[in-house]
Every structure is written in structure tokens, then in C-alpha cells.
């Protein structure tokens, strides 16, 4: 079994709306081999994992997987991998259940698919369950190279997979937190490997790093830390705190005891969890052993008086004590037979006890805590205790050291109450971990006595969520409506738009008009990530890792999210969702890539948009695939566009109440109309829209629709909508590559990005209407990894448009040779009845957009269907016309009949129709004193 891919969806995706992982498996051999033909392979497998047990499958109920395995044909392999690296991840603590496997298309090869909670754990899981499955084969079907028994070692695979997962997944406070939130719907995004979490988007983000919140002083942590100074400010509020002196050496402490009177506490100034605490110390050999321990762990170490009773744990949030739970050491209870080691062994046998923080209890450990203890009672691990004799293991009840939690929080007194309260207010926190020494918590300390000897900056939840006895609790909750008061916002309004062609347009047309309202907007397109019109990264960002930028920037007040295939695919959504969801259409384009090879796969990928919107799903309804997609949807409302006012779908729609934007023919043009709940809204003409150029580019009216409808939906008043529309224009500078128009040389010159059939066929139209005195010519070219009937139908639809082309390559040709784009595309124009010296082919783009600069007279226009758009905008804007061109060659060995040649630099000679054309390069200076170079011609 090998696995071919593996990609990791860290959102929303084709398979769920939450992280998984898909692995793509080659069975080869084991294809003809399902689970109930292979020889013992079931019961080998229940003996390794038992738990399978509990997999519904199918069925529905548990064993349904196991019948599924027994089955007469039994299940394919890449079933049961799934199945085992669903249970090795919950064996490591984290909470999955979801997986669904998949043929692949090819002979044994499937899509494996299962839910994970942090990805390298998921990865890691998936390993080893195939390095299990294979062990668990028969040799003559085991692949060579895997390990079987006893080479291969489960326990201590598994053991390392459950230690990996302790580094990597959140441990249990950081996860009660995170459940917290998940149920108060509010977003959280994982900062970093550790346990530093976002809450909420935007401007509305808390933090926490485990129980510190974003609100938590540092000088609150800092006192705290210091339990020199924690003791002394309670103990000057007149606090019960134990007496203590602060020394550097183990001869200080021993004077430090005595002066304060046996039996003390030595432990160090600033550790957690437990570490290098002794108690109990009766002796000045007992205190320097102890502070030799403690100053491991610190330079200076506390001596301090030491209080008899039980160790309690008051949790306080916010000013509320939200728990109490009794502390116990870890210790063990001897049954007259076994020794204390074996008594360990069977404490850790406890299915709820695991390493680290991997389970609610941890195991046990014998280590010099445990065998100081034990020599002070004249023990050691061999030693057999007497029935029913306890023997404590730690000084301390810390759970991470073994101890277990009893909850109390109902019958803690008043008085100890309102001390816990009192005191994390002294130190300044707003969740404070008390550590309480008393005999009985429902006593008064007053009473009784008792004394804190710590107070807590990030105090561990595990205690109160998951108590050995006594009720649960939820003190996460708290935590999340201390910085999520109720009814306050934790979510940034989201936009996300994707299709074929025009999601860039359309993604900054709806940010203009939110910045037009005064909003800080967090854009993310095709050329970079924008925060508040500002680019922050360039590249093409539309995918996770961009929207997860624009998340955590604090200044954004609302994202717009240009949200593209290749993301879908490779990586999901970087959002669980959005508030307002738009598909714009969806037509041929990178079919063949990433297992996308109809319309229909491609329509549901961008389907996922609409699939997670919340409160409006935006879709073109004359676009077919696109109608469709309003069954998937759970979005409070759906508004539909169409150009047709017509359309009999969206008539119905509209009388009903729904929502929709239709183009109306009106005696001054074209009207974008919004129909909302019966009522009638004319927004504005397309000629006044800029972007449109009067009106004549209908694919950006379309855009426009789109744009003013999402901005509606997300509450902007029709003013403000059409104030933006007016405003927004598709020069370079607001859309890069989005039909930028030059009119600054005697011929126009528009650059355009479209680099598919639709787009082309859009930009073609737009074309057609323009009123144009001399030629239409045309820089053509395509992406090298679309399908060849795409970039025949590129030139196909372009070929009646254009009276002359020059034919180029994109830098990077994607597994293509560099001549293979050109050489499809003439032969295509060709066949259309272009004449032959009307195609010249350059293929370095730099070259050729140079080419078509040169060929234009006045009048001309120039369309130039560019890759590096910043490139081409600047060769547009710095190109002089000396009035020497215009004589309809290309410059310096442009071949017109052709043939694949360089671009040769220098003064040479070419032969265009019969005429000698004599080309040299000239280098000038403009104005600004920028050396550009540029082209003289000679007859």
C-alpha cells in the first residue's frame, strides 16, 4: 500500500466543513485482496486495536464496522486505513470521528479521507496505520520493506504518537477554551505550535497563551510569578499566608527552618506545575536536600512554614470563584501482595490515566520525589505495603504529577470564598488559581485555620473539567463570556466571492465601496493581500493563508475574500465561514488540474462558498451550474443576478420576496435594479460607472451587479452603494490587469489578464463595441497547464475580433515547451481564416508586448492578454511613439509567416510583405530622466 498524495484541508472543503486529511493510495496487490479474505487479518487487527469496536461504519451502531470487516466480501484495505488512523488519534487524545473513502478513478488507488485536530498528529496517525496494516499481513502479502512483529512495536509507536501528539495538540486547558468558544460561536485561529489562541476576527480578536488572556496585566503575572511578593501583599492585606524567607543556599535555608520552627516547606521562588516543591521537612539534612531539588529548578529558593490539611485548588474569573477542587498526591493503596512498583504499574493501567496531558488523570511516576517519600518511611520500590496502607508518591496534588482532583466548588464556605476573591484581586488577575491549605474547605479559615501559599497566573483547567470524583465543571465558559460579553462582537462581517473569471473585479469593487463607508477593509486578490487600500503582500493570495492574514490583522473592521479554485482544492477555506457568498460563474478553466476535470467538479468546489455562508448566498442565475448550487446552501437569504429582466426563475423569486439585482433596459440605457422584499430599488445607470467604459464592458456591468447586490446584503444603503460604484474605475491602479485602459499614445492600448475561453470571449465583446478608426491587433497567449481544447478555444474566439496577433509564451510554461502554446494557437488561427502574415510569433513576453506597441498606427488598438501584468503595464506607459512605426511590420525578427525564432538584438533586416524594413534600437531619456528603450525604423 503506498500513498501517492497527501494533501491537508485546513478548512471548509469537498468533503467537509472542517479540517481533514486526504490521502491518495495505491492498494497495487491488496486490491484483489479485501479484509475477509486476507487470513486472521480481522482478529490480528482487533488484538492490536480492540477499540475498533466502538466505529459505527454505516450501520450506524457499534461493532458496524467490525461486521463490515467480517463481511463475506469483506472492505478494501484503504477502508480499514482510514478506520485505524481515526482510532490512533483518539488513542492520542484528540476527539474524531469523521472519515470516507473514496475510489480514486485508477485501478486500487482511493481517496482516503478523515478528520484530524492538528495536522502533523493526523499526518503521523496516517503512517502509522499503514505501518500497521502491513504488519498485520501475511508475509507472502506484506510489501517489502515493512516491519512486522516483533520488529514492528505498536505499544511504542503508539506510546511515541501519543508523546508527539502532547507537543502538538492543545492540551486541556487551551481545548476547554477552544469548546468554549465553539459553542458561543465565536472563531478561534491557532497562533502558534504551542497553545497561543486568536478568538474572534479582526478588530473584535482576544488572545489567550493557556489561561493568560490578552486582558491579563503583566505586572499582575509578573508579582505572581514571585511568590516572595505574592506573599507579602496578601499577607499585608491581612491575608492568611504561611510565614517564608527567601535564601540562596542550602546553608541559609537550614537557619531559615529553624528559625521559622520545623516542619517547613522549601520550594523554589518562580517554578509551576509542582516542580521542586517539598513538604513536610522535619530536619536540617531533609531541608538541604530538598533545596539542592528546588534549586534546579530556581536560583533563589522559598523556606516557609508548613501548613497542615488538604490541598485545595479556588479557581477565580473575573472577580467569581467558578470551582474548587480538593488536590491529592499521587499515591498508591497496598494490598498486602504487591510491591509498590507493581501497585505503580496497576495505578497506570487505569484506561484514564496517560502521559502528559493526554487524558484527565497522568500516570504515575517513581522518580526522586517518589523515592525521597518513600526512604522517609523507610521504603523502596520493592517494599510490599500492608493492606489497605497508603503511601503518597508526591509532596504536591499538581495533576500533571499524578495526583487526582475532587470538586468541592458546592460546598466551599463563604469565608474561603470571598478570601479567593479578595486575593486574585490583590495580585491583580482575571483568572487566578488559589492554592488553599486547610483541613476542610467547608470550614472558615477564620475557624479553622489555613493559609494560601500560591496564587496562579495560568492555572490549569484539567482539575475542574475533568475531576476524578465529584461534579465537572465548566470554567472555560466564564473565561469566554469575561472577553465575549454577551451580545458583544467576536466576528468581522466576511465576503467572500469566487468563479471563473471576474472575482478580482468584483472583490475590489465591494471593498471600494466599504472604504467608501468609512471602513478598514482587509482585501485579499490575485495580486496580494490589501489592508485598508494599503498592500501588505504581494503575490497571489487567495487562498488560507491569505485569508487568515487579513483575520488577525486587529485593524480590520471587515475582509473581502477573493477566494480561487486552486486554494479550494490544495487547501480548503481558511474560514469556517462567511457572511455574504458570491459564485459569479463557473466555465471552463484549469479542468484537468488537481482531479478537476468537468464542470460539474468545478462548480462544486466553488459551490463550498454559498455551502458556508451564513446570511446571503449570491448567485448568477444565468449561469446553470451556478442556479443550482441554491439546494446546498444554508444561508438565511439567496439574492440572485441576471442580466435577463426576464427570467422567468428570478420573476418568481422576486414576487415571492426574495432578494435579486436585474439589469433593466431603461430610455436612458441600462438601469441596475435591486429587488428586496417587494420593493423596487433603481440603482444607477452601467453608463455611469466607470469600470463598465459606458456602459460597453458587460462583463464588468455583471461584476458590478454582483458587487452592489453583496454590498446590500451586507447591510451598505443604496447611496453609499452607487457613490462607490461611481468612484471605482478599472485603471491599473485599482485593478491591475482588469481591462486597464492607456489612451495616452495615438492608438489605445487595454491590458487584461483573461486567460480563458470566457474571459477572452468577454474582453472580445467589450472589443467588438468599441469604435475603432484603424486595426484591432492583439497580444495573445495562454496559461501552459490548461487543457489543449481550451487554448484552441481561446484562439478560436479571438480570431474574428483582431485583425493581426502576435503570439507569445508566459515565462513559466508550465511542463509545456515554450513553443508549444504559440504553435497551438496559430494553427488554430490558421484554420479560422486569419491570413498567415497576418500572425507574427515572439515567444518571450517582454518582446512581444514591445512588438505590438510597435505595430500600432493612430487610431489603432492595441488588446494585450498579459502574465506579468506590473511588467506589461510598464513597457505600456514608458513606450514612445517616435511617429516611425505604422508601417505594419514587427520589429527585429518578428517572423510573420511563423516560425518559432529569437528576438535579435542590434540593427538587422526583415522582409514584411515584400518590404525591407531596417530596425535599430534607440535608448532615450523622459522627461523624469528614465532610460527607456525604444525602436527607430528606416524604409
Known amino acids: 500500500m503506498k500513498i501517492l498524495e497527501r494533501r491537508i484541508y485546513r478548512g471548509p472543503n469537498v468533503y467537509a466543513h472542517f479540517p481533514v486529511i486526504r490521502l491518495r493510495v495505491d492498494l497495487g496487490e491488496l486490491e484483489r485482496w479485501p479484509s475477509a479474505k486476507i487470513p486472521g487479518f480481522v482478529d490480528r487487527l482487533l488484538d492490536a486495536l480492540p477499540s475498533l469496536d466502538h466505529h459505527t461504519c454505516s450501520y450506524g451502531v457499534h461493532g458496524g464496522f467490525i461486521r463490515r470487516l467480517r463481511e463475506e466480501e469483506g472492505t478494501w484495505l484503504g477502508h480499514v486505513l482510514e478506520h485505524v488512523a481515526i482510532e490512533l488519534q483518539v488513542l492520542a487524545g484528540a476527539k474524531v470521528s469523521f472519515g470516507k473513502t473514496r475510489g480514486a478513478g485508477a485501478e486500487g488507488e482511493y481517496h ?82 504551542n497553545s497561543l489562541i486568536q478568538f474572534g476576527h479582526g478588530r473584535y480578536q482576544k488572545r489567550i497563551q493557556a489561561t493568560i488572556t490578552s486582558e491579563t496585566r503583566y505586572i499582575a503575572v509578573e508579582i505572581a510569578s514571585d511568590k516572595d511578593m505574592t506573599n507579602r501583599i496578601l499577607g499585608d492585606l491581612g491575608l492568611p499566608v504561611p510565614r517564608q524567607k527567601m535564601v540562596r543556599t542550602a546553608a541559609q535555608a537550614v537557619l531559615a527552618a529553624e528559625a521559622l520552627g ?8 518562580d517554578a509551576n506545575h509542582g516542580r521542586g516543591v517539598s513538604i513536610d521537612l ?35 474569573v473575573n472577580g467569581e470563584l467558578i470551582a474548587c477542587a480538593k488536590r491529592v498526591p499521587g499515591h498508591v493503596v497496598g494490598d498486602g501482595e504487591r510491591t509498590i512498583t507493581q501497585l505503580v504499574e496497576l495505578v497506570n493501567a487505569d484506561p484514564r490515566r496517560g502521559i502528559g496531558h493526554e487524558k484527565v488523570l497522568t500516570r504515575i511516576e517513581l522518580d526522586y520525589q517518589a523515592r525521597r517519600l518513600l526512604e522517609l518511611r523507610g ?124 472575482k478580482t473585479t468584483v472583490a475590489r469593487m465591494v471593498a471600494h465601496i466599504h472604504k467608501m463607508c468609512g471602513a478598514t477593509v482587509g482585501l485579499s486578490t490575485t495580486d496580494g493581500v490589501y489592508i485598508d487600500g494599503e498592500r501588505t503582500v504581494a503575490g497571489d493570495m487567495t487562498g488560507p493563508v491569505a485569508a487568515a492574514m487579513v483575520l488577525r490583522d486587529p485593524r480590520v473592521d471587515l475582509a473581502v475574500l477573493e477566494t480561487a479554485r486552486g486554494g479550494l482544492v490544495r487547501a480548503g477555506m481558511g474560514y469556517r465561514a462567511c457572511n455574504v457568498g458570491a459564485v459569479l460563474n463557473v466555465s471552463a478553466d484549469h479542468l484537468g488540474l488537481g482531479g478537476i476535470d468537468t464542470l460539474e467538479q468545478l462548480a462544486e468546489v466553488k459551490r463550498i462558498v454559498v455551502e458556508v455562508a451564513r446570511d446571503c448566498a449570491v448567485l448568477n442565475a444565468d449561469d446553470e451550474h451556478c442556479l443550482r448550487m441554491a439546494d446546498y446552501t444554508a444561508a438565511k437569504r439567496i439574492g440572485y443576478i441576471t442580466m435577463n429582466p426576464k427570467h422567468e426563475l428570478v420573476r418568481r423569486h422576486i414576487r415571492a420576496g426574495g432578494l435579486g439585482a436585474v439589469l433593466e433596459e431603461g430610455i436612458n440605457g441600462d438601469m441596475i435594479t ?32 454582483f458587487a452592489a447586490l453583496m454590498a446590500y446584503a451586507m447591510g451598505v444603503k443604496a447611496d453609499n452603494i452607487r457613490h462607490g460604484l461611481r468612484t471605482f474605475d478599472t485603471s491599473y491602479f485599482q485593478a491591475p490587469g482588469r481591462l486597464n485602459v492607456f489612451d495616452e499614445l495615438p492608438f489605445k492600448v487595454i491590458l487584461d489578464y483573461g486567460h480563458n475561453p470566457a474571459a477572452v470571449r468577454a474582453i472580445a465583446s467589450f472589443v467588438s463595441k468599441l469604435d475603432i478608426a484603424g486595426r484591432r491587433i492583439c497580444v495573445l497567449a495562454a496559461p501552459g497547464d490548461r487543457r489543449d481544447e481550451d487554448i484552441q478555444a481561446i484562439a478560436k474566439i479571438a480570431a474574428p475580433a483582431f485583425n493581426h496577433f502576435v503570439l507569445r509564451s508566459d515565462d513559466n510554461p508550465r511542463g509545456r515547451k515554450p513553443d508549444a502554446i504559440p504553435a497551438m494557437m496559430q494553427a488554430e488561427l490558421l484554420a479560422a ?107
Open 379 to 502: 521504603y523502596t520500590p520493592d517494599t510490599v505495603l500492608a493492606a489497605g496502607e497508603l503511601m503518597y508518591l508526591r509532596s504536591t496534588g499538581n495533576l500533571s504529577t499524578g495526583g487526582t482532583a475532587i470538586d468541592l466548588t458546592d460546598v466551599v464556605h463563604p469565608d474561603n470564598r470571598e478570601m479567593a476573591i479578595r486575593a486574585a484581586g490583590a495580585i491583580g488577575l482575571d483568572i487566578a488559581g488559589i492554592d488553599f491549605i486547610t483541613p476542610d474547605i467547608s470550614r472558615s479559615y477564620r475557624e479553622i485555620g489555613g493559609g494560601i501559599c500560591e496564587v496562579n497566573a495560568a492555572p490549569g483547567f484539567r482539575m475542574h473539567v475533568a475531576p476524578t470524583e465529584g461534579t465537572p465543571r465548566d470554567v472555560a465558559g466564564p473565561v469566554m463570556d469575561m472577553l465575549f460579553p454577551p451580545g458583544t462582537p467576536s466576528r468581522i462581517p466576511i465576503a467572500a466571492v469566487t468563479g471563473t473569471n471576474g
Open 262 to 269: 520545623y516542619p517547613v516547606v522549601v520550594k523554589p521562588l
Open 282 to 316: 522535619a530536619t536540617p539534612e531533609a531541608v538541604t536536600a530538598a533545596f539542592e531539588k528546588a534549586a534546579e529548578h530556581a536560583r533563589t529558593v522559598l523556606v516557609e512554614t508548613f501548613l497542615q490539611g488538604f490541598d485545595h485548588r479556588l479557581l477565580v
Open 833 to 939: 481564416g486569419v491570413p498567415r502574415d497576418r500572425i507574427d510569433v515572439i515567444l518571450d513576453e517582454q518582446r512581444a508586448v514591445e512588438a505590438g506597441l510597435a505595430l500600432c498606427e493612430p487610431g489603432d488598438l492595441l488588446l494585450i492578454f498579459g502574465d506579468n501584468i506590473a511588467r506589461c503595464w510598464k513597457q505600456i506607459i514608458r513606450f514612445r511613439d517616435d511617429g516611425g512605426h505604422g508601417h505594419g511590420a514587427a520589429p527585429a525578427a518578428l517572423s510573420t509567416v511563423g516560425s518559432m525564432v529569437g528576438f535579435v538584438e542590434g540593427p538587422t533586416e526583415v522582409e514584411t510583405g515584400g518590404q525591407r524594413t531596417r530596425h535599430g534600437e534607440l535608448t532615450i531619456e523622459d522627461q523624469r530622466g528614465v532610460r527607456i528603450a525604444a525602436r527607430e525604423s528606416e524604409d
Open 112 to 193: 482516503v479521507v478523515f478528520e484530524y485536530e492538528e495536522e502533523q498528529v493526523g499526518e503521523a496517525a496516517g503512517d502509522l496505520a499503514r505501518d500497521l496494516l502491513h504488519a498485520l499481513l501475511p508475509a507472502e502479502l506484506r510489501p517489502a520493506g515493512a516491519a512486522a512483529p516483533p520488529e514492528f512495536d505498536l505499544r511504542a509507536r503508539l506510546d511515541d504518537l501519543i508523546a508527539f501528539a502532547q507537543k502538538r495538540q492543545l492540551g486541556p486547558s487551551t481545548a476547554s477554551l477552544v469548546r468554549a468558544a465553539q459553542e458561543r460561536d465565536i472563531p478561534w485561529l491557532r497562533l502558534s505550535t
Open 674 to 705: 435591486i429587488y428586496d422584499k417587494g420593493t423596487h430599488i433603481p440603482l444607477l445607470w452601467t453608463h455611469l460607472i466607470p469600470a463598465t467604459i459606458e456602459g460597453k464592458a458587460g462583463h464588468n456591468v455583471q461584476n458590478a451587479m
